[in-house]
């Protein structure tokens, strides 16, 4: 009942509180066009008010066309909803700036084929859910809450959680890396950290140099901020020298971004002494590095290697990025940044500037976890239970998939080229109608994409689907490969 | 023991392996200049390994210069640590950007005098924990837990926790804001909210009309952005609708940043009606508004006033940045914005190039808090004991500071202007003598700056240190005063 909101004051004519009341009404969307009034009788009845007041109000407001009465039928309002004088809407995709359209152009969940229920996805490279120990988080979840309780709920520090930092310094240096000098900011994944390192310190037109192919995320991050993205090829050891000196010799990059200890995509392992080959190349054309420490503790099939910034003792020049929440629980979002104390302060400020801070909630409930040793346990179980998936997938791949490399040596992916000219995109296509999708390698290449690769990742993925699914692609290749002969012949 | 690292291996001969090894420890820094090394006996007997292997490795060394053996005392490094092969050093400072340098200088927790402790703080505008209800958020967050497990520790969606934004929506609802055409994004608190539509929406040069005062933090980020802002004058009622429409004619604002429901500092709640012709000037000239919805929940002096989105029916003319954490747990950091649909989807992908999502954990234990009622509850407590000390406040301010006026009818905080022209900067220094902080007006200033305004936080201020506080702040007004007469005699 549209009157059950006006309440009749003594100071003004009853006719003219119902008029505006209805017109009220229309105005804020409650009375539509063609919607029915109650009669007279009932409102004079329900505001318990004399029926000529209502006749009154009904009457001027038929007399100004804003409502009509048909007869034996009712009384309706005739008007559009006057919203009109209230409305207005903006052309927002007008005013979206480059920034944002970069954002939304490079949003792979919005661009790439969607993963839907029953597929078989290699496209994610998340660890499994199922693995995690839950009832150790649970644990460290309450002792947080124990130990903290307000504290975690008031604001909290942009820097981050102490103990958590405490914890990460002491992670480095396990690491071999000297802390002289140095801080640690908590940030919310690498995602924030790489955009607080990148809106920090680089300026449109800047130029970073990067692995070939590299972290789409990095890619979408560095071009959304408008910098030129060059990238060296690898070989199985890390990024190529000669090319490396060849780019920091013509151009002058303002930073190197690595993914040293597990590049996404290829999986490929920078070795030692490539690693400080690259290293006192970046050196010697002073040239910082961000260090991204992706899946570093996933490292199953060698010996753990020392990080860049390891190499640079009491130097500032290595800007490290670490992130234990992608192998563990990446719905967490907590990652640091590592690096020179004065650096670091400043991108306090704008941390403080973009989040305020990283929940604290998540922050204690993490470094709980971490000190109870679970995260130890946790690791030892899972590198033994994706090593023997990525046995699994190697083997797949070496019976169906004509390859003219494989690479990935641990962690949740391997990267593949194909040996035909085969588009993956198209493979993709074909894949997709059999129910299995992967990720085309192409959003890993800033140009000089090469479209023949793509990347499959197996953490997530059952057995049983790996072999099913690593088939189905081998035979949609085989499929591709075919047809493009026969129309040769 | 610098040895207790060195496993020898057979593939090599001992004195290489021996030497090889106090290189390494010089270049990580392990062996510094003038550090003295075990003797050969020592080291033969530590590794097991011949003496003449170690003697072998020493001489070499020495004949490299790169160890000293002084007779009867022992054998030195004697050289500089050999990092200047490995460190280099990057000066940041020179490479740190506009976007960051604003942030950092506008950063009030390292420009503003710090809190000590043991001093009565006004400075604060956050809630007193002491009245967090926390077994009601112990149990949200074990129920959090158990409904969802592992959903909390997997990648989220960008776009929130789906029933945290059903939540949301149904909250907009209730504030007599119509939804259609309208989606939710879940942000890390307003930072972020407003962090992502003004690097979306705007270009350096951009004009943003607000409020004259504003949120510091708003326009802190405005800066960082590279906008102008312009400020126009409120009064008790809200923005001055003239200087809203002159400045609305003579520039081409691209938004307008209202904070209609307690502006901060200054505590003004915009009354109904002036809401609507703010509105409406705004509609005239197609500016759409980013209203923050700021503390609308803690107003206790008046009956609550729909929100300004709530006058724009199905037109998408305004953005709703609401932020229930400010009177919560702000350490929480949940926000959101609300606003057209297609404009979200855009958002939604800015959100994950910046930190992918906000926390699950976070999100879903805030939502059973809501969804308990215990949020209901809560507010219910807060609002009489925020509302005595309000009371309090006020009565002492009347007491002892002579002001021009006094604004703030809600929330944890005044503003107050006083008669003289005194700094409040030079009153702060004084009352910081005496251990009482409060914030400084002139933040809050674009230009123009009025500079005998202060802000003060009352939320988490005993009754008895509000009662001294005040009183300090007052003595030294006058002592200022009368020091400033003398002069002029």
Redesign the interface.
């Known amino acids: 009942m549209i009157f059950s909101t006006l309440n009749i004051n003594k100071d003004e004519p009853i006719y003219m509180q119902i008029e505006k009341h209805i017109i009220d009404g229309i105005k ?2 409650e009375l539509k066009k063609d919607s029915k009034l109650p009669s007279t009788r009932e409102v004079s009845k329900f505001l318990n008010v004399s029926r000529n007041s209502v006749i009154s109000a009904y009457e001027k407001l038929e007399s100004e066309g804003i409502i009509i009465t048909k007869k034996g039928i009712g009384t309706f309002i005739s008007i559009e ?1 006057k ?1 009109e004088f ?5 052309d ?2 007008s ?3 480059t ?3 970069t ?2 152009d490079f ?1 792979i ?2 661009t790439e084929l969607p993963y839907k229920k029953g597929m078989i996805s290699f496209k994610s490279i ?2 499994e ?2 693995l ?1 120990n ?1 009832d150790d ?2 644990r460290s ?1 309450l002792d947080a ?1 124990t130990y903290e ?8 520090y ?1 820097k981050g959680y102490q103990p958590l930092i405490d914890y990460f310094f002491e992670y480095m240096k396990e690491k ?1 890396v ?1 802390v002289i000098n140095k801080d640690i900011l908590i940030t ?2 690498f ?2 950290a790489f ?1 607080i390192v990148i ?5 449109p037109g800047d130029i970073i140099l990067c692995e070939k192919p590299t972290h789409n ?1 990095a890619l ?2 560095m071009k ?1 901020y408008g910098l030129k993205i060059i990238q060296v090829e690898m070989d199985k050891e890390g990024m190529d020298l000669t090319e490396l000196e060849n780019v920091l010799n013509k151009c002058s990059p ?1 930073f190197g971004y690595l993914i040293p200890s597990y590049n996404n995509p290829t999986g490929i392992v920078t070795k030692t002494e490539r690693r400080k080959e690259i ?2 190349l970046f ?1 010697k054309h ?1 040239v ?1 590095i961000i260090e991204d420490g992706f899946n570093e503790e996933l490292l199953y099939s060698s010996s753990p290697i020392d990080p860049i910034a ?8 290595v800007i490290y990025i670490g992130s234990l929440s992608k192998v563990l ?5 907590i990652g640091w940044i590592f690096g ?1 104390t ?2 670091i302060d ?2 306090e ?2 941390k ?11 922050q204690s ?1 993490f470094y709980y976890y971490l000190k109870s040793g679970a995260f130890t346990r946790y690791l030892k179980n899972v590198r033994k239970y994706y090593r023997n998936k990525y046995l699994l997938v190697m083997d797949m791949v070496n019976k169906y998939i004509p390859y003219e490399y494989v690479t990935g040596e641990g962690g949740l992916h391997i990267f593949i080229k194909l040996k035909d000219t085969i588009n993956s995109r198209n493979l993709l296509d074909l894949c997709y109608k059999n129910g299995v999708i992967f990720m085309p390698g192409d959003i890993f290449y800033e140009d000089d994409k090469c479209l023949n690769t793509f990347r499959i990742g197996f953490g997530r993925v059952k057995d049983e689907d790996i072999k099913k699914g690593i088939k189905i692609i081998g035979d949609n290749i085989k499929l591709i490969s075919e047809s493009f002969n026969k129309r040769l012949e």
Chains 1, 2 share one sequence.
């Open positions: 804020n969307g909803c919203n209230y409305e207005y809407n903006i927002y995709s005013i979206i700036n920034y944002a359209n954002l939304r949003d969940i919005k998340s660890p859910s199922d995690f839950l988080f649970k979840l809450w309780e307000s504290n975690l709920l008031n604001y909290g942009a071999r000297n919310n994944g995602t924030e955009d809106s920090s310190l680089t300026n995320t979408k991050i959304s303002k290293y006192k050196r002073s910082p390891s190499l640079t003792g009491e130097g500032n020049g629980f990446p719905g967490l979002r020179d004065k650096l400043i991108l400020s704008v403080r500037g973009k989040t305020i801070h990283s929940s604290f909630l998540d409930a």
